[in-house]
């Protein structure tokens, strides 16, 4: 079985600062893992995927994250948030063979002025 | 490609009717899920196609809501009779593989009174 965990459920950031949103997993197989991100009153896009290699996955809008097998964690990062990054961010896990993806609960980012 | 598109996007209706929800997926994607999101529970997957083959329905909450898939072009989700606990947003999402990125519709936000 496979599972993810976001802890936190809002996370405040003024604009232009660093931000950081955690997530954890567990899977008893190979990890597939996404971020995707949704704004006010749209669907979820996703926003960048690991799939195997580089543990340093560039996404769209300047976000990136690292898989870190030994810590299973899967961190979205931005060096510089802007207004416009404010949403809603869901973490998400799929194994090996078929199994369907598993999403997290969210994390809702407030950049503030 | 236009994507995922769901239709209508906003659905008032009344308790005891019957609601259809429409989704068109990705041309080439072998895969469609229907999701429902609200405030309480988050992000839960209702069914999931493939191949037009309804391969795990263990999401539906009741014996009011079916899913049908006629086609590879063509979805609905069906709640009959309606009640207001139902409303939600509803997505519809399609992919090349179930552990794979989803593309997600623009959803439908239905409100039972």
């Known amino acids: 079985a496979q599972s993810v965990t976001q802890l936190d459920s809002q996370v405040p950031v003024f604009e232009e600062a660093p931000v950081e949103l955690r997530c954890n997993y567990s899977?008893?197989?190979?990890?597939?893992l996404f971020w995707y991100v949704q704004y006010p009153n749209q669907g979820l896009q996703l926003l960048l995927k690991y799939l195997s290699g580089s543990t340093l996955v560039k996404g769209i809008n300047g976000f990136e994250a690292e898989f870190n097998k030994s810590q299973t964690s899967f961190h979205l990062r931005k060096p510089s948030v802007h207004i416009s990054d404010t949403a809603e961010y869901f973490c998400?896990?799929?194994?090996?063979?078929?199994?369907?993806?598993?999403f997290g609960t969210g994390t809702k980012l407030q950049v503030i002025p | 490609d236009a994507g995922v598109i769901q239709s209508p996007r906003h659905e008032v209706t009344e308790m005891g009717q019957e609601v259809t929800l429409r989704c068109k997926p990705i041309?080439?994607?072998?895969?469609l899920f229907w999701y429902r999101q609200t405030m309480m529970r988050g992000l839960e997957l209702l069914i999931y196609f493939n191949n037009n083959v309804p391969i795990d329905d263990s999401g539906m909450p009741e014996d009011r809501f079916s899913a049908k898939m006629p086609n590879a072009s063509f979805s609905t989700l069906k709640i009959q009779p309606s009640e207001p606990r139902d409303s939600a947003v509803y997505f519809c999402?399609?992919?090349?593989?179930?552990?794979?990125?989803?593309?997600f519709g623009s959803g439908t936000r239905l409100t039972v009174v």
């Open positions: 999402a399609s992919s090349t593989a179930p552990n794979y990125g989803y593309t």
């Open positions: 899977s008893s197989v190979s990890v597939y």
């Open positions: 041309s080439g994607h072998d895969y």
């Open positions: 998400a896990v799929s194994g090996g063979g078929y199994q369907k993806v598993t």
